[in-house]
């Protein structure tokens, strides 16, 4: 029997971005609807680079990018209507309240008002947000503005689901609440595309986990199949990570 293609939710091909020196380096990647995939790397790797020209806030140099078969550079909005975007330093107005500002979100993306406010309680209430729906984010912390933000990233019902660090900052609580909502959105069918300096966390919650270091995607699997790549069989994800690094460096 022949088993059915994975649908594809992303595809990056020959993706490339330079400032004073390259960003992004001919970099390949696949990532497959319903699956969760975490992308690690030092600091300077260029993860956020890639994912701001997957969303398109950065025109690439060269290269391909397909968000659920369409070329996104070619048709910018259609791929917008179908991503989530969330930054590790969200903006949100403060003088809205979380309800008021998930209406403004829906509007933009003219969803219907009924349906607007059943998606805006939803969010509210999966998040935890709902006894504080109704005041102004002003005095929000940084943990409940980040849910703010995730619920205005969600209220289009995307079927893929982009952050770059979105648990940096965040309380045990508020994490875990974060972690509930995109594994929820997984198991639904969506996909989520994360970036995080916290490796436990691709550790525990990745089907897959990329290593990119120097704009390049240097490793890429489960972390049961990156151990193997380095000999290493029950080594965490962060010894696994050093030493693939480690070796890229020597490599260089």
């Known amino acids: ?61 060269a290269g391909l990018i397909r968000v659920d078969g369409m070329d996104a550079l070619a048709d910018p909005v259609a791929a917008k209507q179908i991503t989530a975007w969330l930054s590790d330093e969200p903006m949100i107005y403060d003088k809205l309240t979380p309800y008021e500002y998930l209406e403004f979100v829906a509007g933009l993306w003219r969803i219907d008002a009924r349906t607007a406010e059943a998606r805006a309680h939803e969010l509210l209430d999966w998040l935890g947000l709902a006894p504080n729906a109704h005041e102004r984010c ?21 079927k893929l689901i982009i952050l770059d660090e979105p648990l940096t900052g965040l309380d045990a609580g508020s994490a875990r609440q974060v972690k509930n909502v995109l594994r929820e959105r997984v198991n639904a069918g969506g996909t989520v595309i994360m970036t995080t300096h916290i490796l436990e966390v691709a550790e525990r919650m990745a089907d897959r986990i990329g290593v990119i270091a120097g704009g390049r995607l240097i490793a890429e699997g489960t972390l049961d199949e990156l151990r193997h790549k380095t000999g290493a069989t029950a080594a965490t994800l962060e010894e696994t990570f050093l030493t693939l690094v480690a070796e890229e460096a020597r490599a260089a």
Request: aromatic share 6%.
């Open 1 to 61: 029997m022949i088993p059915t293609p994975r649908p594809v939710a992303l595809a990056l091909r020959g993706l490339s971005k330079s400032f004073d020196r390259p960003a992004v380096e001919a970099l390949d990647l696949t990532i497959y609807g319903g699956e969760f995939y975490a992308l690690v790397g030092p600091n300077g790797a260029g993860k956020t680079t890639t994912l701001r020209m997957v969303v398109g806030l950065l025109r690439p140099d």
């Open 138 to 158: 002003e005095g929000f912390s940084k943990g409940m503005r980040q849910k703010v933000a995730l619920a205005g990233a969600l209220v289009h019902d995307p």
